[in-house]
């Protein structure tokens, strides 16, 4: 099931390395800080993954 999806998934390396880089020092500041819940951790991973796709390069 999965190969037929994977011909048509585009993935570019560059932004999900930049992706994971983000969300990373997000975690790493967080666990230093505990400024934010599990909750607002979730949300601001997906902030950085929906910023991330919408950058044209």
Known sequence: MASE???S???DEKKL???KLN???AEQNNL???EKSNEEMV???RKIIADEVKKNY
Do not use: G, H, P, Q
């Open 5 to 7: 999806y994977s011909s």
């Open 9 to 11: 998934i585009v993935i």
């Open 17 to 19: 390395n930049l992706m």
């Open 23 to 25: 969300i990373l020092k």
């Open 32 to 34: 230093k800080t505990r």
């Open 43 to 45: 949300e601001a991973i």
